[in-house]
């Protein structure tokens, strides 16, 4: 039954001891001031407890009936999803209210303050609820450094009395997705980007460096491409004068964006007599169902740039 799992609240919440201790602590000083409060004082805080252990029975006794309403109006089918569902879930109320938390949920967050992100996902369901729309939750948050997915389920409870309004609740499945996400990212990064480089001004450094300058110059360009790959574990391949086809996975491409190309500044240092700047293009892809179109749209790319 659900109400065996039910775990809302301890005998006495923590917030109500929190409070408990500070009027015992503040009658205590009172008393040790003024003993003629000793004995009112120990009236008044046994009546204190009295009304407080009242009003948790009462509350619990509410929860149990809300519960016992909800699950009539379930079948055995729902009720076991429910009860045995492998993701942890809680009910809350629209308000925000905490109706029943699985076993699940309890083991899943017991050392989590997750009450933070509860309130988080109510503030949502508020806002959906005052702009009068049934409220939605499909999100995904990261708690204690694992990502859940988390979905709501809004649901009308059924009233025995009809004369009372109906009442709503959203049941959160938390699904645990972070090993999924590192393997959807590992896959990511696995796959092959391909690039094209050429240097700009090829035809200008045969004409105008001079002859015994020209393997010095030209070889200085390709160890500085071949660094650059080695830098990235990916591959250079020469496959004509002026052009170079570099092979690479996906997740050195943005640590190059956020290096802005460094290549582009490291070749133009280089020095020749003539004071001549080199320069390359560049076209990289990551898209393409195979290398083959990764290189097509590599190439596209290149001669849009060199229009």
């Not at 699950?71 to 629209?94: C, G, R, V, W």
């Not at 948050?141 to 649901?155: Q, R």
């Amino acid at each position: 039954m659900l109400n065996n799992n039910m775990k809302v609240l301890e005998k006495i919440e923590s917030k109500t001891k929190i409070y408990l201790a500070i009027i015992a602590i503040i009658l205590t000083i009172l008393c040790v001031k003024v003993p003629i409060y000793i004995i009112p004082s120990i009236v008044i805080y046994s009546l204190l407890i009295l009304y407080t252990i009242w009003i948790y029975n009462k509350r619990k006794g509410e929860i149990s009936s809300y519960i016992n309403e909800l699950t009539i109006n379930m079948d055995s089918a729902a009720k076991n999803t429910l009860i045995n569902s492998p993701f942890p879930l809680i009910i809350l109320e629209t308000d925000g209210n905490v109706i029943w938390r699985s076993a699940k949920f309890n083991k899943e967050f017991a050392n989590v303050g997750i009450n933070k992100y509860i309130d988080d996902i109510t503030k949502e369901i508020k806002i959906d609820i005052d702009n009068n729309n049934i409220p939605t939750v499909n999100k995904e948050i990261i708690i204690d450094e694992k990502t859940y997915h988390v979905i709501g389920d809004y649901i009308k409870i059924k009233q025995k009395d009809r004369k009372k309004t109906n009442k709503y609740m959203t049941i959160l499945y938390f699904m645990n997705i972070s090993e999924n996400k590192e393997l959807i990212k590992k896959y990511n990064d696995s796959k092959t980007c391909i690039g094209i480089i050429m240097i700009d001004n090829y035809e200008e450094i045969i004409q105008r460096i001079a002859t015994e300058e020209k393997p010095q110059v030209m070889a200085r360009i390709e160890k500085m491409l071949y660094d650059w790959a080695t830098e990235t574990q990916g591959l250079m391949i020469k496959t004509e004068r002026e052009t170079f086809v570099y092979i690479f996975e996906e997740k050195y491409l943005s640590q190059m964006q956020n290096d802005k190309f460094s290549i582009l500044d490291r070749i133009k240092e280089i020095k020749t007599r003539e004071k001549l700047q080199i320069t390359l293009s560049i076209a990289i892809s990551s898209e393409g169902n195979n290398n083959y179109e990764k290189y097509q749209i590599a190439n596209e790319a290149m001669d849009i740039a060199l229009r």
